[in-house]
Nanobody, 118 residues
Framework: QVQLVESGGGLVQPGGSLRLSCKTS????????MAWYRQAPGKQRDLVAS???????NYADSVKGRFTISRDNAKNTVYLQMNSLKPEDTAVYYC????????????WGQGTQVTVSS
């Protein structure tokens, strides 16, 4: 079955960095826009960043200039480099694969916890 497996989360001090990875399997990776979402306790799941098959990116205002999304189409993997982390970045981060062509499809990873605290 389709799998999206995130890794790289953890505990980091404010100002620190983390790199999340999401390895996909059993999808035609280049047909999907890849994205990272996050959900803090008691809040809705929000888009953090997305990247199309050809590398066009989009970021939430709150992470612009600090986070960078990238993808390696040969490795079927998407990354999120997070720098200058703030306590408000604390959340569970989810990888998403979205296909906008019919049949429209969404797949989700299981999530990885990122905690920014001193």
């Amino acid at each position: 079955q389709v799998q999206l497996v995130e890794s790289g989360g953890g505990l980091v001090q404010p100002g620190g960095s983390l790199r999340l990875s999401c390895k996909t399997s059993r999808i035609t990776f280049t047909l999907y826009t890849m994205a990272w979402y996050r959900q803090a306790p008691g809040k809705q799941r929000d888009l953090v960043a997305s990247i199309t098959f050809d590398g066009s990116t989009n970021y939430a205002d709150s992470v612009k200039g600090r986070f960078t999304i990238s993808r390696d189409n040969a490795k079927n993997t998407v990354y999120l480099q997070m720098n200058s982390l703030k306590p408000e970045d604390t959340a569970v981060y989810y990888c998403n694969a979205h296909r906008s062509q019919i049949p429209m499809t969404d797949y989700w990873g299981q999530g990885t916890q990122v905690t920014v605290s001193s």
